[in-house]
């Protein structure tokens, strides 16, 4: 099958015209080895199907990132039948800079040129013949959101694909001209393929290249000694990187032309420019920026959206006693989308629940107790998360591919960058709230070796879709046992607290063990696109066929687990047994505290002691301290452990009486207070985080920078969980913290002006 590859520069809209082309076809992968996403699929509409892959979004072809090295290997090992390339039309000449180097490689490339709509929208016109003359491939105007022209695009690039194409480089016309010419024989004579992507990509001191090529450097070195520009001396890069931009702008400045007379050429503000000037204002900027994240998590986790007063009164006793008591609102109060859809999520797995119990009802009591309580509770406890994970992470993506997010890391940068980061920090960060893992591999954008290593590690503190849970079921069990009304605060809060852990443990390892320059930080803003809904969608499936896989392979594994040990003591007794309750025989686990599991929490609960969950409380401490090792794995496995549990001890006995959620109910059977609780969850949003962003840092980082990224979690949760159960408890020992960090900061003050007068 026919291979196209789809090239250009990020935002350049490669996945809007992959969507479009591929429709619901599309497979998403990993790059072999790294965690960038490898989308394909199939375009149906010519002769045959064609593979398209959506390559990731790039500036160039030198191996600055990892999306730059996976683009540019596929393009010369895997060799596809046709790049197209596309060309953000409304920042020609940045993203023709990639197309010269494009150019270099031997394949059939076909140029598309995107956001044709936007460029007449704004009055211009563009000349594609010239275009198209000067470069030599063949150029399509189109619109990928608006689907125009795409027919013909394809068309085209089928027709390009059917002729092999050499490369071609502006160099050859300029003062290097002879020098890749002798390279590029040079590889010839070795056999090796597009001899001169390669000779081009050694003249610019192109790491990969020097590294497979070293004998080839001398030819270059020697040409070096003789050679000197009057601008850049014998600085090749530079020679090169300048000839590609006096290239584009003598031959392209003019291709885009304004429309109508010279008035109009007056500077004007752009909507998108009046929109900035409210967003990204110096002191608006950022209260604004917290002022939406707090409607976000209030539409996703508030059981108080709105108070309905009198309309409460008059239609709620139609209501009650049917199941959709208590879906739409709480206490008077609108309940959220995201609550609403978490009750009905609740509905539906305790229906399936029921029926599934109903069928084996018959069975021993061992499988009834293993179906019902290891294999099903703690997965539909996870489930019941999945509708608000979802909505949260729609707003996240409505945030993101609106263009705000790069607003915020432009607005962040300047506040960063006195903590001793880059505003490109800001993006593996918010990275940080979907996943840890593509977070982590995206640090690799980070120049700075400090900075990178920095951010690995605050990463977790953002917390990630999986920690979600923890925090809405145990603001939930705060709010049965405290007279706090509305979880949502809570929710809110502690995404605060981590992201303010996140800032103070920066600027302490920026001023310690991780110093470094931080590097100019240089973007475009993107204009403000509306979100587009297909797109939404396409994330939201990936989003969430990840998290089913999940819930049915390692949850349910570390579930079963967790019922296996809860169920069973030291002497292999089976502990659950067989009590009346309302008429109806339940299996409940009453000797729960005798088991092997409760034995092992045991041992791990002093140490918690000092945070609040350990062994002050009651017999069933030892819960959290499992839960807390079960979060290592996955952090879905956090509550997902709580709910095994409180299914096998008859946790719905207990909670249909205190008309209470199971998981909560569970939990203030331990007798935990409301700091202890929140400890525990600031315990959890900052410890080591899950395996597998475990195993993404380690792959990252030096063994060095790696074990003291491990001790670092660890120190960092255990004292954060610490101070908020002292303070919570007795409010004045905040004085003895403050005083504490007042004696740090000026001891590392001295510190460094010592060191640095010795430096002197
Ligand atoms: P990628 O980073 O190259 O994958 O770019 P995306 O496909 O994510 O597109 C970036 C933004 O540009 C999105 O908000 C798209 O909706 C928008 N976009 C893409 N193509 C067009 C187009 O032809 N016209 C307009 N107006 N917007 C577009
Ligand atoms: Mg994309």
């Known amino acids: ?87 953000d039309v409304t920042n020609l000449e940045r993203n023709l800079y990639l197309t010269t ?15 044709m709509d936007v460029l007449r929208k704004s009055g211009k016109e563009l000349d594609a013949k010239k275009l198209e003359e000067e470069l030599g491939v063949p ?35 300029s003062q290097l001209s002879h020098l890749v010419h002798d ?39 020697e ?23 006096k290239y584009i702008t003598s031959n392209f400045s003019k291709v885009v032309t304004k429309l109508g007379n010279e008035e109009e050429e007056k500077f004007e503000f752009t909507p998108s420019d009046k929109i900035d000037k409210v967003l990204t204002n110096k002191w608006a900027g950022i209260p604004i920026f917290l002022a939406i994240l707090f409607l976000v998590f209030h539409f996703t986790f508030s059981e108080n959206l709105f108070y309905l007063g009198g309309l409460f009164a008059n239609v709620a006793p139609s209501f ?31 229906f399936l629940g029921g029926l599934i119990g109903e069928l084996i009802s018959g069975a021993p009591m061992w499988i009834q107790s293993f179906v019902n309580d290891g294999a099903l509770a703690g997965v539909f406890g996870v ?26 890391a432009f607005i962040l940068d300047k506040l960063f960058r006195r903590f001793g980061l880059s505003g490109r920090a800001f993006m593996p960060m918010i990275m940080g709230f979907g996943c840890s893992v593509p977070a982590i591999v995206n640090t690799r954008t980070l120049a700075d070796e400090n900075e990178k290593t920095a951010t690995i590690r605050v990463i977790p503190f953002f917390s990630c879709g999986a920690k979600l849970p923890i925090l809405t079921a145990i603001a939930g069990a705060i709010v049965t046992i405290s007279n706090i009304s509305n979880p949502d605060i809570i929710t809110y809060s502690m995404y605060v607290l981590g992201m303010v852990t996140a800032i103070v443990t920066v600027i302490l390892m920026r001023n310690t063990t991780m110093k470094g320059d931080v590097p100019p930080f240089i973007m475009e803003l993107p204009n403000y696109h509306l979100p ?15 998290y089913i896989e999940k819930a049915f392979t390692i949850i349910l594994a570390s579930t079963i687990i967790i019922w296996f040990l809860s169920s069973f003591s030291w002497g292999y007794e089976f502990l659950p047994s067989v009590i009346m309750y309302e008429g109806e025989e339940i299996i409940v686990n009453l000797r729960m505290n005798e088991s092997i599991l409760a034995g092992l929490g045991n041992l791990f609960a002093p140490i918690f002691a000092p945070l609040g969950f350990g062994s002050n409380l009651n017999d069933y401490v030892w819960i959290f301290a499992v839960a807390a090792v079960t979060g290592l794995i996955a952090k879905e496995n956090v509550i997902a452990t709580f709910g095994t549990l409180a299914a096998c001890v008859g946790g719905l006995y207990i909670a249909t009486e205190e008309g209470v959620l199971e998981v909560a109910a569970m939990i203030s059977a331990t007798e935990i207070t409301v700091p202890a609780l929140i400890s525990f969850i600031a315990f959890n949003m900052t410890t080591i985080p899950c395996f597998a962003a475990v195993a993404t840092a380690k792959g990252e980082l030096t063994k060095k920078k790696f074990r003291g990224t491990l001790t670092f979690w660890l120190v960092t949760s255990y004292v954060v969980s610490m101070m908020i159960y002292s303070i919570g408890t007795v409010w004045w020992t905040a004085f003895i913290f403050i005083a504490l960090a007042i004696i740090s900061i000026f001891c590392i003050r001295y510190f460094n002006k010592r060191k640095s007068l010795t430096n002197k």
């Open 1 to 87: 099958m026919k291979r196209f590859a789809l090239a250009g520069n990020p935002n350049s809209g490669k996945t809007t015209l992959f969507n479009s082309l591929t429709g619901s076809t599309a497979h998403v992968g990993n790059w072999p080895g790294v965690t960038v996403d490898k989308k394909e699929g199939l375009y149906k509409k010519l002769e045959e199907d064609i593979n398209i892959i959506d390559l990731p979004g790039i500036y160039s072809l030198s191996p600055y990132t990892s999306e730059e090295v996976i683009s540019r290997n596929y393009i010369l090992d895997e060799k596809p039948d046709c790049v197209i390339n596309i060309v």
């Open 223 to 245: 040409f070096k000694e003789t050679f000197t520009d009057n601008i850049f001396g014998n600085d090749l890069e530079a020679i090169v990187a300048d000839a590609r931009y």
């Open 101 to 115: 180097q494009l150019m270099e490689i031997d394949v059939p490339i076909i140029i598309a040129l995107n956001m």
């Open 383 to 408: 489930l019941s998360f999945v509708p608000q994970i979802l909505l949260l992470f729609l707003f996240f993506s409505i945030l993101e591919d609106s263009g705000y997010m790069a607003r915020v």
């Open 183 to 221: 390279v590029e024989i040079a590889f010839k004579g070795m056999k090796v393929d597009n001899a001169l992507f390669h000779a081009v990509k050694i003249i610019e001191k192109d790491e990969i290249e020097e590294k497979n090529h070293p004998d080839l450097i001398n030819i270059v070195n």
């Open 320 to 350: 009650e006693g049917t199941m959709f008591e208590g879906l739409l609102w709480t206490d008077g109060g609108l309940n959220s989308i995201g609550v609403i859809l978490f009750n009905l999520m609740d509905i539906i797995t305790s």
């Open 532 to 546: 587009q809904f297909k797109s939404l969608m396409i994330h939201l499936w990936d989003k969430l066929k990840h």
């Open 139 to 173: 150029v399509v105007e189109i619109s990928a959101l608006k689907e125009e022209n795409l027919d013909e695009l394809m068309l085209r690039a089928y027709s390009t694909s059917l002729t092999p194409r050499k490369g071609s480089s502006l160099l050859e016309n």
